[in-house]
Every structure is written in C-alpha cells, then in structure tokens.
C-alpha cells in the first residue's frame, strides 16, 4: 500500500508512493489548459486564422515544444558540460531545470511544422499564442516562489515583506532576499498579459500578422531584463559580460527580433 504525503517538501503538492505533484508541473498544466481556452476564442476574432479542431489539435504540438524545448534550451544554455558528461540526466525533468528561451524555441519550431501541416498563416496564427504565453509564464514564477527556488539578490533591511524576505529553508542563507520570483510573476505574467490582451482586441493590429507576436517578444524581453537586475544568477554561472546576467544576454535577441517584426509589418 502506498503511502500518501501531503507537501512532503516546499516542491511537491502531494505524494503517492513514487508519483509525485509538483508545483511547477501543476504551472505548467494551468498555463497550457487555460491558455488552449482563450486561443480557442483568440482565433475566432476576425480575421479567422484557425478553427477549434486545430486549436485542440495544436495543444499537444505545444506540449512538446514546451516540455523539449525547456528541457534541452537548459541543458545547452546553462549547463552543457554537466549534461553532455551524464546525458542519462537529460530526460530527467523531475529533477527541476527548464529554460524558458528554449521552451519559446521549441514552440516556434512546434508552431511552424504545425501551421505547415495544417496550411494554416504561421505568423497569424503565431499571434494569437503570443498572447496567451504570459498566463503560463506567470503561473511558472509562481510555481518558483512557492518552491523557494530562484529567490533574489541580497535587499536591503529597509525593504518590506512580501517584497523581500529569507530563504534560508532552500539555501537563500539568512539574509533578506528581494522576492523577484514575483516582481517577475507581476511583469512576465500579469503585466505582459494585460499588454497583449488589450492589443490583441484592435482588429488593425490582428490583421497585422506578425505585429502581436513582435510585441511578445519584446515586451517580455524587457521584462525579463528588468527583473533579472533583482534576481540572484545561477551559481554555476554567475556574472556574465558586463556584468550582466544569461537571462538578460539571452533576452537581447529576442528583444531585437520583436522590434524588427513590428517594424515589418508596419512597413508593410
């Protein structure tokens, strides 16, 4: 018989002999089934890019790109000498470690062989995924602040809880650490969204296939920058150019990439 535990540790939801629910499993579970909701009505809006069989159909595309996409833009952004010496390790997603540029990549790619298959306009179809992104990307910092991971860098006395706080129990140390899993939760998440859904609303800017996606990118970009200044590096990483962190350098193309297919479509 199996034992059945309760938040055995800040991670895990509930545990069941060996199966366990994660927090960030279940972030990844919300973001993907509430934002398959608003696409199915996102694509419906004139002008018509896709219908809801597709819709339902793409959710699986999007689950993989997701899911291999993070893993494997982890394992060669942050730590290719570790994973390449034990590759049997790559597989191992219970074991924490997804990177949201490669899980954009892997949506993209996702995306593109999908809207090939199914003749459906990428960059339309694209837009209306940008704008249901933040929901995930939200609930995923969330997940992070509840496990205690990602916590920020050192803050000052002076600066209130819940804007700052310890983490001694993950291995934040006894010091006061700005909580820049929701500073990032707020502009990632909330703000970027609210962004995208009131842009998302124009119908001249809908028909401008690839503007809304332009948006995303930067906007999430600049976000991720900014929050990046309060966020605690990794320690197998550190400091990079400048000063700057992997999340901020990896933010640069994309932030470049949004602006030139903005600037596209209104050229067009």
């Not at 609303?201 to 976000?223: D, I, N, P, Q, V």
Request: charged share 15%; hydrophobic share 50%.
């Amino acid at each position: 018989m199996f034992g059945i535990h309760l938040f055995p540790d800040p991670a895990i939801i509930i545990q069941i002999g060996p199966f366990a629910l994660r927090w960030y499993a279940l972030a990844y579970i919300g973001g993907l089934l509430i934002g398959w909701r608003l696409l199915r009505h996102l694509t419906q809006r004139p002008p018509v890019v896709a219908n809801e069989r597709q819709v339902d159909d793409f959710l699986t595309w999007a689950v993989l790109g997701v899911v291999l996409g993070g893993r494997l833009g982890y394992v060669f952004f942050y730590q290719p000498s570790r994973f390449l010496a034990e590759p049997w390790q790559i597989p191992m997603v219970w074991q924490g470690g997804m990177a949201f540029h490669g899980g954009m990549l892997g949506v993209i790619i996702a995306t593109a062989i999908y809207c090939y298959r199914e003749k459906i306009p990428l960059l339309g179809f694209g837009d209306r995924v940008a704008i249901v992104t933040p929901v995930g990307l939200g609930l995923g910092r969330i997940a992070n602040f509840v496990n205690g991971e990602l916590w920020g860098r050192q803050a000052p006395d002076w600066v209130p809880w819940p804007l700052a706080m310890r983490f001694e129990a993950t291995g934040g140390g006894d010091i006061w650490r700005f909580t820049s899993q929701l500073y990032q939760a707020t502009l990632e998440g909330l703000v970027l969204f609210a962004i995208m859904w009131l842009a998302g609303r124009s119908e001249a800017l809908r028909t401008r296939h690839g503007f809304l996606t332009g948006l995303f990118l930067s906007g999430y970009a600049c976000a991720r920058i900014i929050g990046e200044f309060f966020r605690q590096p990794d320690a197998f990483l550190g400091f990079l150019y400048a000063g700057a962190t992997m999340g901020q350098l990896l933010s640069l193309p994309m932030l470049a990439a949004g602006l030139f297919l903005m600037l596209r479509t209104r050229t067009k």
